[in-house]
């Protein structure tokens, strides 16, 4: 496993970077006084005005998902364990997640609860006489985030976003490692990505169509990507906001460096490790915007 001075080192890094960002997308959302007139002046068909005001969104999410491909690999001693094949891992799971976001004019926060734990079950290969062993992938907890809308023009907004992981990804398995199995632990992911937003200017009775795309890339910490796209549509606005369904597909993919111990000629060696994922599915959203 890493020092924790390496691990704590990264993770303050990764967080200062994050404030560093999220100051400035916060400097860039308050215009002077002239800029003010200007978008004023240029009226609702100019691609740079946003909406003023506090908004709110809410959004429950239940999503159907498991490994699709990964593997931990030990370089040194040439190991490649595969997590379907060599740990079972191939079931898959339904998950619900939460999203909290309050916008002022083109800057939003978010925080979000997620959950992903998969897990595999299989007779140990170093001692069959011990019974089931399991191998588990928990990368669950709380994850923050600042958004900036760069364009507003006809329904359509397009922006870009930071993202901090307060949660690590974590593997642990008995499956393969002998005398009592490992635990390996990544450092919490910083991710920088941008967004796609758009609803059509129709509607039918007051239901309208949307269409949202999201990606997220490794910024520092645990190599993270996630996308995912979606489509729904929201029902007639009041005064009290609007109700939205949306349906999609996310993928993710994560890979970290530890260190593992490896038994060789009778003793225990710490040896470095490489541990790589990519789990997606289809999810099912409810929303609310006010």
């Known amino acids: 496993?890493?020092?924790?001075?390496?691990?704590?080192?990264?993770?303050?890094?990764g967080l200062t970077i994050g404030v560093g960002l999220i100051w400035v997308l916060a400097a860039l959302t308050v215009p002077n006084a002239g800029a003010q007139d200007f978008l004023g002046f240029l009226g609702g068909t100019s691609p740079f005005v946003f909406p003023p005001g506090l908004q709110g969104e809410f959004k429950v999410t239940a999503i159907y998902t498991g490994i699709d491909q990964g593997k931990q690999t030990v370089p040194s001693v040439g190991i490649a364990w595969d997590l379907k094949q060599e740990f079972d891992m191939t079931n898959r799971y339904i998950f619900a997640d939460l999203m909290v976001r309050l916008k002022a004019g083109r800057f939003g926060l978010r925080a979000h609860s997620e959950t992903r734990?998969?897990?595999?079950?299989?007779?140990s290969v170093n001692d069959p006489f011990r019974g089931l062993s399991h191998a588990r992938l928990d990368y669950s907890g709380i994850r923050?985030?600042?958004?900036?809308d760069l364009l507003y023009y006809r329904g359509a907004r397009i922006g870009i976003n930071l993202d901090a992981n307060l949660y690590r990804p974590i593997f642990s398995e008995s499956i393969r490692t002998m005398y009592g199995g490992k635990?390996?632990?990544g450092d919490a992911p910083t991710t920088v990505g941008f967004y796609v937003f758009y609803t059509p200017p129709v509607d039918f009775y007051g239901i309208s169509g949307l269409f949202e795309g999201k990606a997220r890339f490794p910024l520092s910490g645990t190599e993270l990507t996630d996308w995912e796209v979606a489509a729904g549509f929201a029902g007639p606005e009041a005064v009290t906001g609007t109700m939205a369904v949306k349906f999609g597909y996310r993928n993710t993919s994560l890979k970290f460096e530890a260190v593992q111990p490896i038994y060789r000629s009778w003793?225990?060696?710490?040896?470095?490790?490489?541990?790589?994922?990519?789990?997606?599915?289809?999810?099912?959203?409810?929303?609310?915007y006010y």
Do not use: Q
């Open 1 to 13: 496993m890493k020092a924790e001075g390496c691990s704590l080192s990264r993770i303050s890094t």
């Open 117 to 123: 734990e998969f897990v595999g079950i299989k007779i």
């Open 144 to 148: 923050i985030g600042a958004d900036l």
């Open 183 to 185: 635990k390996i632990v």
């Open 267 to 288: 003793t225990l060696f710490p040896t470095p490790t490489i541990f790589e994922a990519t789990f997606g599915g289809w999810f099912g959203e409810l929303v609310y």
